[in-house]
């Protein structure tokens, strides 16, 4: 199967600055990247997604990178806000199933 | 929007018993769901692969015989944890795609908090 690794497991910034979590996987087969944000006890919830044949994609404050080649992709956050604390986890999908990184805990200082 | 919804949301057992858990699409049908366990401040692992009307499929280091999985409708996936003992207590938490939502639109369940004391 696909292996995932994610750094940092914890990130904290200051209200107003850019947060980054950069994910590998292992699998070139690979075609899905999503990102989630998960709040403590609750569902992951998909904040923004990235196909293989796509290099770069922008929602607002978030953008996600992805290089194929180095089979790594990373989530940027740019101009964080408390409220963009949580767990967030990249995931690496082969055939629809769905593998994670091990999460950041990210924690934006006010 | 989709939903996907699990029952319980918690549940305590004592050891040595079995729990039933329930994942249903509620506005639409799924023919194969994901089933995953999340260890506290640990990330979502993939268990099985749940298909409507044939045996699932299991993660390498998943015991089937432990976790069984039954999808006997297009709406309703089941996992029950036999035997459960202390080490299954996790966040289960199952995920479906709507058809709408193209081929990598899947939403999770609100998950479940196993116990087992």
């Known amino acids: 199967g696909e292996n995932v690794e994610q750094h940092p497991s914890t990130l904290s910034v200051q209200e107003g600055d850019s947060a980054v979590i950069k994910c590998t996987y292992s699998?070139?087969?690979?075609?899905?990247f999503p990102w989630y944000k998960q709040e403590l006890g609750k569902r992951p919830q998909l904040i923004i997604d990235i196909r293989s044949n796509v290099g770069e994609k922008k929602d607002q404050r978030i953008a996600v990178t992805l290089n194929k080649t180095a089979k790594h992709f990373s989530l940027h956050i740019t101009e964080t806000q408390p409220e963009d604390s949580a767990v967030y986890f990249c995931a690496a999908s082969l055939e629809y199933q769905f593998y994670f990184g091990t999460g950041t805990s990210l924690t934006v200082i006010p | 929007g989709a939903v996907v919804s699990q029952h319980p949301s918690w549940v305590i057992c004592k050891s040595g018993t079995s729990v039933k858990i329930e994942c249903r699409s509620l506005d639409f049908q799924a023919t194969t769901m994901f089933w995953y366990r999340q260890f506290p401040k640990q990330s979502l692992m993939l268990m099985a692969t749940s298909n409507e009307g044939s045996k699932a499929t299991y993660e390498q280091g998943v015991e089937k015989d432990k976790f069984l999985i039954n999808h006997a409708s297009l709406t309703l996936s089941t996992l029950t944890v036999t035997s459960a003992h202390p080490e299954d207590s996790s966040f289960y938490i199952c995920?479906?795609?709507?058809?709408?939502?193209?081929?990598?639109?899947?939403?999770f369940g609100s998950g479940t908090r196993l116990t087992v004391v």
């Open positions: 995920s479906a795609r709507p058809p709408w939502t193209g081929d990598y639109g899947y939403t």
């Open positions: 699998d070139s087969a690979s075609n899905y």
